[in-house]
């Protein structure tokens, strides 16, 4: 296949400063050299390969948007840009980074004590140590409101009994950032690797995001020291303002795997030659490559503004949600049509479509569902809630 | 502690398209990147700070534009970047010359740079400098050991000769079995705060200069052949003809 140079119908390059376009580029290279080359066959033994993860604490991008510890302290638009290119490797890989980064170390970042910030976050943006985050039971996923899993406190420790699913990076973490209820109010936790009354099995037959780890998280009367929890915050706020930076790069992120369907429907259009021509020059498939080419744009232009606003902290959830929710859907339904303009040959893993496309299944249902962000919005609008029927 | 100084050429990114219109080619829409094998003259050039310690200095030539070259190589781990200021074309005599001239004002001991450019594929720049500066010079250097001065390893006839360098020296390198180092994001936001020391030498005149461009020939027809039958014509074929078995 022809080079990658990236999709940039807009020029949005030209709203981007030196460093950013040095980031990005930087995590191209990267993902050209040390991933597409290895990622067919990750996901065909259902790994996540180490060498990832010492190659993204390297480059220092591990929790790019956080300030001090040890941390890169980008700003938003270069984190997007650095998980619009993991993914455009794959969502695994961005999902990695994206759990560490967003959901495991910002946590530890904003509620945690002093001491507790020191103790992490250098290790984890280095890479040394792996985090994970668990806040979806068996039984609450859009609902994590309801979930069962709590802490008692024992006077000279906590308690903690319940069980996550679908936590990634699960089994191979150091460092799990649990939500657990504390005499009924959603509390986060450290839970380390090792302690005691902890495991975390991880999940297996997934067929989407198969180069992710995927676990449960089981506490037995696992009995966590005082100094673990997080004092910072209390309530679904917790959880959600780590969601809120990790969707924001989802938003970017889906771009990347949009981008990389993109990139294969054209360059394969037009070298496949059918009733004479390449199918390139058939009316259907170019209002199909131009319907892409469109809703990559248009879905730049909303991660970018977003990062913009982001950076200089004018922005708020429903804004997020939008992103999230558009251009996730918008990157599911080129990789669909992707997979259509490759004919068999998409099916294949020797193109990175199909591949693309049942990750992003994945992707459009963690962190918040399509639907629930559709319902975020519409309460927006409304001022009606309308998740649940007791209004 | 040596002052180590590498040369480093902003080119064509050698997987973009080029055009020629009129009778020049046209860059303006086409990429940047540090020439190839100025890449292994960087890493090497590191290496010789990291065993016998010093600063390396990135240097090129050119207008504000290749200030870019020099600050990739800022982030990959360089200490100073200077540019000689120049947006006019220069022969290659007149660039040495400009090089060699730089190379003495800032002292420096040994010289790294790439075996070629990836543009124009002239391997002259490392030679030039050094018989300008009465230096010794290898060039298509794979490898160097830095104990007392260089002891470089070269293809030579038949295998590879390990080549004793006193000090100064111009060493080109070429690609051996090198795994160059990437910048990280460190490394870039230092490359962000760097100034770029910009220089103006008085260029010599140039005494070639390019008439025109053009595109190579386009390659010809590729032929297939089928079935077994064919098989000792094929082998007669890469044999006499394409001189590959
Ligand atoms: C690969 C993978 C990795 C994951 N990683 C993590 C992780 O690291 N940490 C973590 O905590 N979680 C993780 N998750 C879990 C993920 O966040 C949940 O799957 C998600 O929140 C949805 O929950 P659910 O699967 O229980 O679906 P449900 O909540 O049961 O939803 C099922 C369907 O019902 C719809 N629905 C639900 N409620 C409503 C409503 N009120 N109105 C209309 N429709 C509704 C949903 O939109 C969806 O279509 C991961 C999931 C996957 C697949």
Excluded at chain 2, 30 to 55: C, I, Q
Excluded at chain 2, 215 to 231: C, V
Aim: include cysteine.
């Amino acid at each position: 296949m022809e080079p990658y140079e990236g999709v940039d119908f807009y020029d949005i390059e030209s709203l981007l400063t030196e460093e950013e376009i040095m980031i990005r580029d930087m995590v191209r290279d990267w993902v050209d050299e040390e991933v597409l080359p290895k990622i067919e066959h990750a996901c065909a033994e259902g790994v996540f390969l180490d060498e990832w993860r010492v190659a993204l604490g390297e480059m220092g991008v591990l929790g790019a948007p956080l300030k001090g510890y040890g941390c890169p302290g980008l700003s938003y638009v270069a984190y997007g840009l650095i998980c619009q290119e993991l993914e455009r490797g794959d969502s695994g890989l961005r999902s990695f980074a994206s759990v560490q980064g967003s959901l495991a170390m910002y946590p530890i970042w904003d509620f945690g004590t002093e001491e507790q910030k020191n103790h992490y976050l250098p290790k984890m943006t280095s890479g040394e140590w792996i985090g994970c985050f668990g806040l979806t039971e068996p039984d609450y996923g859009s609902n994590p409101g309801d979930m069962i899993t709590k802490a008692e406190d024992m006077g000279d420790h906590y308690l903690l009994n319940g069980a996550k699913m679908w936590i990634t990076n699960g089994t191979i973490a150091d460092v799990a950032v649990v939500w657990a209820k504390l005499d009924g109010v959603i509390r986060g936790f450290i839970v380390e690797k090792g302690d005691e009354g902890f495991s975390a099995p991880e999940m297996k037959g997934k067929h989407s995001l198969k180069a992710s780890v995927t676990s449960e998280l089981v506490f037995q009367d696992c009995k966590i020291p005082k100094d673990r929890m997080l004092p910072g915050v209390k309530g679904l706020r917790g959880p959600f303002s780590c969601l809120n930076n990790a969707r924001f790069g989802i938003s970017w992120g889906a771009l990347g795997a949009a981008m990389a369907c993109f990139h294969s429907a054209k360059t394969y259009s037009l070298s496949r030659i059918q009733f004479d021509h390449p199918i390139a020059s058939y009316q259907l498939v170019q209002n199909k490559l131009a319907w892409m080419l469109r809703e990559i744009t248009k879905g730049q232009l909303l991660a970018y503004h977003l990062g913009r606003k982001k950076d200089d902290g004018t922005w708020f959830n429903e804004q997020i949600s939008l992103a999230k929710m558009n251009n996730v859907d918008i990157a599911l339904e080129i990789a669909r049509v992707a997979r259509d303009i490759h004919g068999a040959n998409g099916v294949l893993d020797e193109y990175p479509v199909m591949r693309h496309m049942a990750n992003l299944e994945s992707v459009k249902t963690y962190e918040g569902t399509h639907d629930i962000h559709n319902l975020i919005i519409g309460r927006y609008i409304t001022g009606i809630q309308a998740f649940t029927r007791t209004v | 502690m040596s002052n180590i100084v590498v040369l480093v050429k902003q080119v064509p990114d050698t997987n973009a398209k080029i055009v020629v219109s009129g009778d020049r080619v046209d860059l303006s829409a086409v990429k940047k990147v540090m020439s190839p094998y100025d890449e292994f003259a960087v890493e090497t050039a590191l290496k010789h700070r990291e065993a016998n310690g010093g600063e390396v200095t990135a240097l090129t030539l050119g207008g504000a534009g290749a200030d870019k070259v020099l600050k990739d190589a800022k982030a990959i781990g360089v200490d100073h970047i200077v540019r000689i200021d120049t947006e006019d074309e220069h022969d290659s005599n007149a660039l040495q010359s400009a090089l060699a001239t730089v190379l003495t004002e800032i002292g420096a001991e040994v010289v790294y740079c790439g075996k070629s450019a990836a543009d124009t594929g002239a391997g002259s720049t490392g030679p030039g400098i050094a018989e300008r500066l009465g230096w010794a010079s290898v060039s298509n250097v794979i490898s160097v050991a830095f104990e007392s001065g260089l002891t470089v390893i070269a293809p030579s006839e038949g295998g590879n000769a390990r080549i004793s360098v006193p000090l100064p020296a111009v060493i080109s390198c070429d690609k051996g079995d090198m795994k160059v180092r990437k910048p990280n994001v460190k490394g870039i936001m230092q490359a962000k705060k760097a100034k770029v020391e910009v220089k103006t030498v008085a260029m010599q005149g140039s005494t070639v200069s390019v008439v025109a461009h053009s595109m190579p020939p386009a390659k010809p027809a590729g032929k297939s052949y089928e079935g077994g039958a064919a098989a000792a014509e094929v082998a007669r074929l890469l044999r006499d003809e394409a001189n590959v078995i």
